[in-house]
């Protein structure tokens, strides 16, 4: 962890891990690091940047922490939520892609929140995988998506699977009203509940400010196909009787769609690379993250740009 402190101190980047993916750091202060991050994802430069802190307390002079963004703030962090508010001073157009908001969480993780305490200023992290791919859910799988790119160039600090396995929730209050702008653990109906007043999903911009909100993103190279449960065995024969290799997926995920959620992008990746055209999923079960489930599924299933 002090080797983590000491790169990002000297404008290296880390990958980190977090309760929802692993994220690659930077220093949200160095537009050099911060750049490096751009390059190494080969992310478009425009998109915005999740600022990572080490408390609430941390977040005015990045953010302009408003009545709801402190109900929020006290009640789900550290936890699965950024919040896109208007920027403060520190966060620079690097960051916000040039938006006058910008988003800030405080990750759940303890080394991390460790790490942030000891840097004392906010980490820039995007999920540490190539952009368009699916999102690193251990250590292992970010040294599988930078090998050979990043020889010697990324330290990664192994905190172990991450808990929740799927990116945190995004809520935008920079606007009249709340919006979420990316499902995940933290639930609309939870955000109503402490907000007290109705939140509305804006999952699809329509120019896309969040990758996330890209028809198809978190993809892995096979063809994703969802499959309700009783008509999964048939679809798998078929497609082998066309001659078409296929994996599926199943048992591994658990059955509850927290244990979904946890598995969800380390089963995709495994089954990728089996070298499959086609990846079977079975629709996935009820409870409290199946729509985000549902969301990632269909854009890792949509037609690629
Ligand atoms: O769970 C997570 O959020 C992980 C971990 C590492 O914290 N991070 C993550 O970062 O998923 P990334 O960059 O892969 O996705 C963050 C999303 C992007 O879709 C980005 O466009 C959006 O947040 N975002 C960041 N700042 C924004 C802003 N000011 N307005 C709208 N969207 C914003
Ligand atoms: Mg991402």
Known sequence: MDEAVAILRAGGLVALPTETVYGLGASALSTTAVSRVFALKGRPTHHPLIVHLASADLAPGWAEMTPYAALLA???????????????????????????????????????????????????????????????????????????????????????????????????????????????????????????????????????????????????????????????????????????KVATLGSELGDSSESWARNLYHALRAADARGPEVILVPTPPPGALRAALDDRLARAAAPRR
């Open 74 to 244: 006290s009640r789900f962090w550290p936890g699965p939520l950024t919040m896109v508010l208007r920027r403060g001073p520190l966060a620079q157009d690097v960051v916000t892609g040039g938006l006058e908001t910008v988003g800030v969480r405080v990750p759940d993780h303890p080394l991390t929140l460790e790490v942030l305490r000891a840097f004392g200023s906010g980490v820039a992290a995007p999920s540490a995988n190539r952009f368009g791919r699916i999102s690193p859910t251990s250590a292992e799988h970010v040294a599988e998506e930078f090998q050979g790119v990043a020889e010697g160039h990324l330290a990664i600090l192994d905190g172990g699977p991450c808990k929740v396995g799927l990116e945190s929730t995004i809520i935008d209050l920079s606007g009249d009203s709340p919006a979420v702008l990316r499902l995940g653990a933290i639930t609309p109906p939870q955000l109503e509940e402490v907000l007290g007043v109705p939140v509305r999903l804006s999952l699809h911009a329509e120019r896309a400010r969040a990758p996330g909100q890209l028809a198809s993103h978190y993809a892995p190279q096979a063809r994703l196909e969802v499959v309700p449960p009783q008509a999964f065995e048939a679809r798998r024969d078929e497609l082998e009787r066309d001659g078409i």
